[in-house]
Structure formats: C-alpha cells, structure tokens
C-alpha cells in the first residue's frame, strides 16, 4: 500500500471514473478534537477529576463519546455512573459545538476543487444527526453537502456497509465511482464491503496501536490535497 500516488500525466478530467467523495465527519472531513476534548475535561472537573492532556483525548475523538467518557474515568457503559457523565459531556458539547471546529488544513481547497470539477461530495458519520447537522450548520457547510447520512439515519452504523450505501441511493450514485475517506478501521472495512475506493486519512485522530496499513484501504495519504490524486 503507498502513502503516495503519482498523477496520470495524460489523463483528462473527462475521462475521470469518479463522481463522488464521501468523507467521514470527525477526524477526516472536519478537525473536531478540540471541542470534544473541552467537553470531557469540562464534565471530568465538574465531577472532581483533573483534565486530561489534548493529547491524550485526541487519537479518541473518532470513536465516539462512549469511548471518551471511558477513557476520562475508567468505566465501562454497564456501570451506573457511566450513562449521566455520558449526557453531561454530550450537553456541554451540544451547547459548544463549533467553538474550535473547523475543516482541516487544505480540505476547503479539495472541497472547491470538488464542486468545480461538478463532481459532488458527502459525508457518512456514526455522529448522530441531532449533533451533525447543527455542526454542518455552524460551519455553513449545509448548504454545499449533497448527501448527509448519520449514525442514527439506519439502523446499522458503520463498519456496516449500508449507511454507504444509502448514500449512494440518495443521490443516485454507483458505489464503485465512489471514494470513501476515513480515519478508522470501521470506515475502510464499510467502504470495501459497499464496494468503494478507500482512502485512510493518516492526518486523523489514530491510535498509538492502530495499524492502517492492514486494514486493506486502496492507499493512505498524509494531506487532504492528496485525494486531489485520486481525481485526476
């Protein structure tokens, strides 16, 4: 698997198989790791626990509130205390959503080129909508998504194939002239099965374990302009 590919030199934008980028939401399409980690450490002071780093939080962010509250006090979800810290966080994240939040670096660049290219883009999130859409909103990215499909938007979630596609329905899109940009296992493994090209966002939140090389994505890329690559 390459971290880099080489542009076709003669190829033109006509003859391009692609029609579609869908992205995931945290840690791929848009930088939330600061807001959340405000979150956590918010409800760990209030309930008398001392902040954790960004550092330690951030690698995390993707995988959910569930995951953060279990790193900040060291519960599991069965445990009683773990379902109210759980509301706090995601009251006190509601409440902030978009203080830090933005795209990250070079995305506005790869999502312009998208939409002047006429090709459209999406996004396919475990994020709930009742949080996903007043985040799109805030960043005034509603108005240019052609597709938004959320966690709760099916009954199955990623690593599922089908909130992919559905998206792909939605917009009457083949999946195979699809790229699916993610930053966790669960994307790749839901972009291959709906039969996507996968990319791994090696700029997102991984873990110190995470091994992306095995998870059988297309390629990895270090930037969002590399998806440019893939376009071309």
């Known amino acids: ?36 980690a405000a979150a956590l450490n918010a409800v760990m002071v209030a309930n008398g626990a001392a902040a954790l780093p ?16 279990e790193l900040g006090f060291g519960i599991k979800p069965e445990q009683p205390r773990f379902e109210p810290l759980r509301q706090q ?46 985040l799109l ?3 005034e990215l509603h108005r240019r998504v052609a597709v938004v499909v959320c966690g709760d938007t099916l009954e199955q979630r990623k690593p ?9 329905r939605q917009i009457q899109a083949q999946p195979q002239a699809c790229l699916y940009v993610g930053d966790a296992e669960r994307d790749i493994r839901a972009g291959r099965a709906a039969g996507m090209t996968t990319l791994v966002a090696l700029f997102g939140y991984l873990l110190a374990d995470d091994r992306p090389e095995t998870w059988g994505a297309s390629a990895m890329i270090r930037t969002p302009g590399e998806i440019l690559t893939w376009l071309s």
């Open 1 to 36: 698997m390459s971290t880099s590919i080489t542009l076709p030199g003669s190829r033109k934008l006509t003859d391009s198989p692609w029609t579609t980028v869908l992205f995931d939401l945290d840690g791929t399409l848009l930088d939330t790791a600061a807001d959340l």
């Open 54 to 69: 960004f550092e330690a939080i951030r690698p995390v962010v993707s995988h959910g509130g569930n995951a953060l509250i």
């Open 89 to 134: 966080f995601l009251e006190y994240y509601a409440n902030n959503i978009a203080r830090q939040t933005k795209l990250f670096p070079g995305m506005d660049e790869v999502l312009d080129e998208i939409e002047r290219r006429g090709l459209r883009w999406g996004i396919v999130t475990n994020k709930p909508t009742w949080l996903t859409e007043p």
């Open 137 to 139: 909103r805030a960043l």
């Open 160 to 168: 599922h194939p089908a909130p992919l596609l559905h998206a792909c």
